[in-house]
């Protein structure tokens, strides 16, 4: 989990965490402590399904600033 937390994190998504537990928010907390290796991130962009949350298209419009999912995402998949 610890992993997945900071792999988010290194993203610059924001992750809502459901645990009310003290101890264990004091503990997902560390994960700004270390980073991944870029051996291990690697592995995770690669091994891993990436998907967006809102893939974005209702941003998308020819009469708007992004004519195109490419355009409005800068190219990052």
């Not at 610890?2 to 503990?27: D, H, P």
């Not at 291990?40 to 004519?67: F, W």
């Amino acid at each position: 989990m610890k992993v997945a937390l900071r792999w988010t994190f290194e993203q610059g998504a924001c992750v809502i965490v459901k645990s009310f537990n003290k101890e264990r928010m004091k503990e997902n907390l560390k994960i700004l402590e270390w980073e991944l290796s870029q051996e291990d991130s690697d592995k995770i962009k690669l091994q891993i399904p990436q998907r967006r949350g809102c893939p974005g298209d209702m941003y998308v419009s020819e009469d708007g600033p992004y004519k195109s999912l490419d355009e409005l995402w800068d190219g990052d998949a």
